[in-house]
């Protein structure tokens, strides 16, 4: 079968940073996703990796090893505003993601 | 703002019920995606379409049924609506099949 794993809830402190894993086994592999998503909100995309290494884009940088079917969103400088699920989706073929439940991160001061 | 928009933002209906709802995707998009997440769960995807052709399907009841017009934007047809049915609804669209989804703001729906 095809599957996400990702933690189910972190905390960090305002200021730091954190690192957010997903791990994955899907029938190929075209793509890792990364979304955040606030309560009752919709999920906004944050990055994209196809190939291995890091790609960094602000404060936010995420983490591919395709052999080892691993990935990681790396925040820094954590604001309260990050509070939010994160979710890893993978694209195993190029019509269908599959999705992580999601990491909800919690914030505090 | 992703630019797809869905309406209604809420909806309150009662069991038994039939409710239509409605995205029209980002433009340019062809491709438009269904998902359902109920509280504090994951997203669930129900199905997709591309260019008006049903291209992929998820975990969606018979009860349930989509489609796509000419003009890109796609109706979700929920038919006897169950308590269990009370969810956020999604709809993510993309340039082409494999692309980016970019989702709308969701409609909650209710069923009382």
């Known amino acids: 079968g095809q599957n996400i794993d990702q933690p189910t809830e972190m905390t960090a402190t305002e200021g730091a940073i954190v690192q957010i894993n997903c791990t994955y086994q899907?029938?190929?592999?075209?793509?890792l996703f990364w979304y955040q998503q606030h309560a009752g909100e919709a999920p906004t995309f944050l990055s994209y990796?196809?190939l291995d290494g890091l790609e960094e884009k602000g404060r936010f940088s995420s983490f591919l090893s395709r052999s080892k079917g691993y990935s990681y969103l790396l925040l820094k400088e954590l604001q309260m505003k990050d509070s939010a699920s994160y979710l890893c989706?993978?694209?195993?073929?190029?019509?269908?993601?599959?999705w992580g439940a999601g990491t909800k991160l919690i914030i505090k001061p | 703002d992703s630019g797809v928009t869905q309406t209604p933002k809420h909806l309150i209906t009662a069991t038994g019920q039939r409710v239509t709802l409605r995205c029209s995707p980002r433009s340019g998009d062809l491709s438009v995606y269904w998902y359902q997440q109920s509280l504090d769960q994951g997203l669930q995807f129900l199905i997709q379409?591309?260019?008006?052709?049903?291209?992929a399907k998820g975990n969606i009841l018979e009860r349930f049924s989509a489609q796509q017009f000419p003009d890109l934007h796609s109706e979700l047809n929920l038919s006897s609506l169950e308590l269990g049915d009370s969810a956020l609804y999604f709809c993510?669209?993309?340039?082409?099949?494999?692309?980016?989804?970019?989702f709308g703001p969701g409609t909650r729906l209710t069923v009382l």
């Open positions: 993510a669209s993309s340039p082409q099949i494999a692309d980016t989804q970019y």
């Open positions: 990796n196809v």
């Open positions: 899907t029938s190929g592999f075209n793509g």
């Open positions: 989706a993978v694209r195993p073929s190029n019509y269908q993601l599959i």
């Open positions: 379409y591309y260019n008006g052709e049903e291209r």
